[in-house]
């Protein structure tokens, strides 16, 4: 996601290697403006990004670390703008939200990932369908809903979007929903029509805020289409969608410089789980390659049930993990999203992400062949592995439509997995682990820099 200017930052760093090298701290600031300006960022934010850390550094004296510092602290200034971080809920429920953005920004699939953000931190959420000007929109969002098993308002029959919208805040008033958030109609491009009809859907539910979703692929007209839509509507905030997508990534820092509101998300993946919040510093740490331990934290606890975890340790530690924890598990992970934002956020391991961003573990081969394994078994061998013996493996491999060879295979590595986590779960692996993943921090990315905390 941010692997482009992660790798613009680590070339500039490495320009300068003595103290007081001032040829060394030009070079190193004309490749971070090449770069930045090649990976997307506007170039009045590259101009004032810059010139800003070149003074500091100066200010601070030309060096290793006092360039990294510099670059790290005007980051985050650049990227922090007055208004709200995150969602923010009203004082009195529900919290109603307008989610505005042209045809194609990904405004509809956003409005679901917004709603599963909020559903996995336990809020009642309902979406409105009041986008009747893309046909497909309304049958998108209730498919949606469906998937995410959130409420959602909609009537085939009504043609005034004003009319959904009063309808479903009142039913989120009636029904105690914590959050209504209403999809409304884009356009192709921005006209007359649409910003009379979204003035009118404004007026009429007084929303608490308004978002905008930008399609990061579009680049600088992200920019230019949120800022337009900031002076004729007025919003509160932007999500960046497809940002999986933009190997650039430079859009996300021009837009919370230039547009002047708050980036509030942004959609790092195709599916529901694959929405992060937009935090400055944060996200800092990812672009210099530190990852975002916090974020990490947040995304686990919001979808791990610490009951259920707590019982799976116990297994482990006795060694009675089984085929039944194991699917569970594995559900567990596919609401955390994809695997290359969760490996980004590890610190160390953010350049790990460019070679599997491409990678579906929920749906790998692998994974559907342990699944048709499974599936084949009987209640007694999920919960007790060690029943299995020549017969059963037979039988099972028949069922799966998989070779004993590959039944055998499978079983192995369940086996030895089963051992590893066992063996981490014990006071002395737990502490290794930990140590390795404090010398990993302790690296911060850029090919093993020490970050300024």
Same mark, same amino acid.
């Given at each position: 996601?941010?692997?482009?200017?992660?790798?613009?930052?680590?070339?500039?760093? *490495?320009?300068?290697?003595?103290? &007081?090298?001032?040829?060394? /701290?030009?070079?190193?600031?004309?490749?971070?403006?090449?770069?930045?300006?090649?990976?997307?960022?506007?170039?009045?934010?590259?101009?004032?990004?810059?010139?800003?850390?070149?003074?500091?550094?100066?200010?601070?004296?030309?060096?290793?670390?006092?360039?990294?510092?510099? %670059?790290? &602290?005007?980051?985050? =200034? @650049?990227?922090?703008?007055?208004?709200?971080?995150?969602?923010?809920?009203?004082?009195?429920?529900?919290?109603?939200?307008?989610?505005?953005?042209?045809?194609?920004? +990904?405004?509809?699939?956003?409005?679901?990932?917004? !709603?599963?953000?909020?559903?996995?931190?336990? =809020?009642?959420?309902? $979406?409105?369908?009041?986008?009747?000007?893309?046909?497909?929109?309304?049958?998108?969002?209730?498919?949606?809903? !469906?998937? #995410?098993?959130?409420?959602?308002?909609?009537?085939?029959?009504?043609?005034?979007? $004003?009319? #959904?919208?009063?309808?479903?805040?009142?039913?989120?008033?009636?029904?105690?929903?914590?959050?209504?958030? #209403?999809?409304?109609?884009?356009?192709?491009?921005?006209?007359?029509? /649409?910003?009379?009809?979204?003035?009118?859907?404004?007026?009429?539910?007084?929303?608490?805020?308004?978002?905008? $979703?930008?399609?990061?692929?579009?680049?600088?007209?992200?920019?230019?289409?949120?800022?337009?839509?900031?002076?004729?509507?007025?919003?509160?905030?932007?999500?960046?969608?497809?940002?999986?997508?933009?190997?650039?990534?430079?859009?996300?820092?021009?837009?919370?410089?230039?547009?002047? $509101?708050?980036?509030?998300? @942004?959609?790092?993946?195709?599916?529901?789980?694959?929405?992060?919040?937009?935090?400055?510093?944060?996200?800092?740490?990812?672009?210099? +390659?530190?990852?975002?331990?916090?974020?990490?934290?947040? =995304?686990?606890?919001?979808?791990?049930?610490?009951?259920?975890?707590?019982?799976?340790?116990? =297994?482990?530690?006795?060694?009675?993990?089984?085929? *039944?924890?194991? /699917?569970?598990?594995?559900?567990?992970?596919?609401?955390?999203?994809?695997?290359?934002?969760?490996? +980004?956020?590890?610190?160390?391991?953010?350049?790990?992400?460019?070679?599997?961003?491409?990678? &579906?573990?929920?749906?790998?081969?692998?994974?559907?062949?342990?699944?048709?394994?499974?599936?084949?078994?009987? %209640?007694?061998?999920?919960?007790?592995?060690?029943?299995?013996?020549?017969?059963?493996?037979?039988?099972?491999?028949?069922?799966?439509?998989?070779?004993?060879?590959?039944?055998?295979?499978?079983?192995?590595?369940?086996?030895?997995?089963?051992?590893?986590?066992?063996?981490?779960?014990?006071?002395?692996?737990?502490? +290794?682990?930990? *140590?390795?993943?404090?010398?990993?921090?302790?690296?911060?990315?850029?090919?093993?820099?020490?970050?300024?905390?």
């Amino acid at each position: 996601m941010f692997d482009s200017i992660t790798g613009s930052i680590t070339n500039a760093v *490495n320009k300068i290697r003595h103290k &007081d090298d001032v040829a060394s /701290l030009k070079k190193a600031i004309t490749e971070l403006k090449k770069s930045l300006l090649k990976a997307d960022v506007h170039h009045k934010t590259t101009k004032d990004l810059v010139t800003a850390i070149e003074l500091e550094t100066k200010r601070l004296g030309i060096g290793h670390d006092s360039f990294l510092k510099a %670059l790290k &602290d005007e980051l985050t =200034k @650049i990227l922090t703008t007055t208004g709200n971080q995150g969602f923010v809920f009203s004082n009195t429920p529900p919290t109603v939200v307008l989610m505005t953005g042209l045809q194609g920004s +990904g405004k509809t699939t956003t409005t679901g990932k917004l !709603a599963n953000y909020l559903k996995l931190r336990k =809020k009642k959420v309902l $979406v409105a369908a009041a986008d009747l000007q893309r046909l497909a929109a309304v049958e998108q969002l209730k498919q949606i809903a !469906a998937q #995410i098993e959130v409420d959602i308002y909609f009537d085939d029959n009504e043609k005034d979007p $004003v009319k #959904i919208a009063l309808a479903a805040k009142e039913k989120a008033k009636k029904e105690f929903y914590d959050v209504l958030l #209403i999809d409304t109609a884009g356009r192709l491009a921005i006209d007359e029509e /649409l910003m009379k009809q979204l003035k009118k859907v404004k007026d009429s539910v007084n929303p608490n805020e308004i978002f905008y $979703v930008a399609d990061s692929l579009t680049g600088h007209d992200a920019t230019k289409t949120a800022t337009s839509f900031k002076e004729q509507i007025g919003i509160d905030g932007v999500i960046l969608s497809k940002y999986d997508g933009d190997t650039k990534g430079g859009v996300a820092i021009s837009i919370a410089n230039q547009v002047g $509101v708050p980036l509030r998300f @942004i959609g790092t993946g195709e599916k529901m789980p694959d929405l992060e919040v937009f935090i400055p510093d944060r996200i800092v740490s990812r672009l210099m +390659g530190a990852g975002d331990i916090e974020g990490l934290a947040e =995304k686990t606890a919001a979808v791990i049930d610490e009951k259920k975890a707590k019982e799976v340790t116990k =297994k482990i530690k006795k060694g009675e993990f089984n085929f *039944n924890d194991f /699917l569970e598990q594995l559900a567990m992970m596919s609401k955390l999203g994809s695997m290359k934002s969760i490996i +980004g956020m590890i610190p160390g391991l953010s350049q790990m992400a460019g070679p599997i961003k491409d990678m &579906d573990f929920e749906n790998s081969d692998e994974i559907k062949r342990i699944k048709a394994l499974i599936g084949s078994m009987t %209640l007694k061998e999920r919960e007790t592995p060690s029943l299995m013996n020549p017969s059963r493996k037979r039988r099972i491999a028949k069922g799966s439509g998989l070779s004993e060879a590959q039944v055998n295979k499978i079983l192995k590595q369940f086996k030895n997995a089963s051992k590893m986590a066992k063996k981490l779960s014990s006071k002395g692996g737990m502490k +290794g682990l930990q *140590n390795m993943m404090k010398q990993m921090q302790g690296a911060g990315g850029l090919g093993g820099l020490n970050l300024p905390r």
